[in-house]
């Protein structure tokens, strides 16, 4: 058996864990050969692969990023796309294709599987928690220790200068991120893209805040948007996704915080940071098992199929399941949180 595997997407924390238990478990167990595919989806359109073995996976354990390298190329969207994988995978003798990504990758490798009969099975990645189907996906929890330890650092900052400060993190259909670093770092105000938040509303916690003697930290998601939405401006470029670029919640908030106000207010846009560098332990703990899990579903045969956390247990489940519909906060877990608030 020959064993493709590739990685899609934005770049997170625990890839290289992923790869490395499938290839262990795959050679030491089950005598596989391993071919991986460069950055995503172009590897297998481009026949771009090289042989994957024990001496590539060594010592990757606690390293971000990922060998294979990321892109998000679409071959769904090239023309002949689906032919050219084909006649690549058959070229690298590839039986079965291992793909490791978030909604895009794995809604590529459902539809290669259900519709065009590859072997494919998913592994599902992203720092943004929000594919369905799995309680958590790795680089979720690296992202928010990174997160909650700059919100540790902006507390002084805040309080010696009695200034507020806007955090802006990932996120931008859905607030896991800002919500769980924002309460595990003590944030005031948590600001996420499911619920439109209303400035007036933030600048009564802001000021109740301060009236308490201590300085605000407002965590927002970048994709948290105003009630009356227009008053983000947007510069109308185009993100990887073919999103339109918000051009900074985070900025405006703080702008709009000051002129509401008149208290003094700074923002930290976290960015990549919260993607790059190494795992947490629970990061290498999930990726790991998730590989172990991917490879055994190949030697099963068990195709269209994603590994995913429930509880304790990984199961397996159609791939399909996991990119219908993004995971996005409860509005009831919101309330619970917004105790918090002012
Ligand atoms: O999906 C992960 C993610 O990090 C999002 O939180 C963020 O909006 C996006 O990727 C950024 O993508 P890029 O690195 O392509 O700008």
Redesign the pocket.
């Known amino acids: 058996m020959r064993v493709g595997v590739l990685t899609g997407?934005?770049d997170?924390p625990g890839l290289n864990a992923v790869i490395r238990g499938i290839v262990r478990k795959g050679v030491q167990e089950y005598g596989y050969d391993f071919v991986g595919f460069r950055d995503g989806w172009r590897g297998p359109l481009e026949g771009d692969a090289f042989q994957l073995d024990i001496p590539q996976v060594r010592g990757i354990l606690p390293r971000g990023g990922t060998i294979l390298g990321s892109s998000?190329t679409n071959p769904l969207k090239v023309e002949g796309g689906i032919r050219r994988i084909r006649e690549n995978l058959a070229k690298q003798e590839v039986d079965a294709l291992i793909a490791i990504g978030?909604e895009d990758t794995l809604g590529v490798a459902g539809r290669l599987a259900d519709e065009y009969g590859i072997h494919c099975v998913g592994v599902p990645k992203?720092?943004?928690n929000d594919l369905s189907a799995t309680d958590y996906t790795f680089g979720f929890d690296t992202a928010v220790g990174i997160a909650t330890e700059a919100i540790d650092r902006l507390h002084t900052t805040a309080e010696s200068h009695m200034r507020v400060l806007v955090v802006e993190v990932?996120?931008?259909h859905a607030g896991w991120?800002a919500l769980h670093s924002g309460l595990a770092g003590g944030a005031n105000v948590i600001l996420i893209p499911e619920r439109r938040f209303d400035v007036e509303q933030v600048c009564a916690w802001v000021t109740s805040r301060f009236r308490a003697s201590y300085a605000p930290i407002v965590v927002v998601a970048?994709?948290a948007m105003p009630r009356d939405g227009d008053m983000v401006v947007k510069d109308g470029s185009l993100?990887?996704?073919g999103h339109v670029r918000l051009s900074g919640v985070g900025e405006w908030l703080a702008k709009e915080i000051e002129r509401r106000t008149g208290n003094e207010a700074r923002t930290t846009v976290l960015g990549?940071v919260?993607?790059g560098g190494t795992p947490s332990a629970f990061d290498r703990w999930l990726a790991t098992r998730f590989g172990l899990h991917a490879i055994e579903a190949v030697r099963d045969g068990d195709f269209g199929k994603m590994v995913a956390l429930r509880g304790t247990d990984i199961v397996r489940v159609p791939i399909v399941e996991a990119t219908a519909k993004l995971k996005t906060v409860d509005p009831a877990l919101y309330e619970e949180v917004s105790v918090f608030f002012g």
Do not use: A, N, V, Y
């Open positions: 997407g934005g997170c998000r978030g992203t720092i943004d990932m996120g931008r991120i970048e994709g993100d990887s996704f990549h919260q993607r």
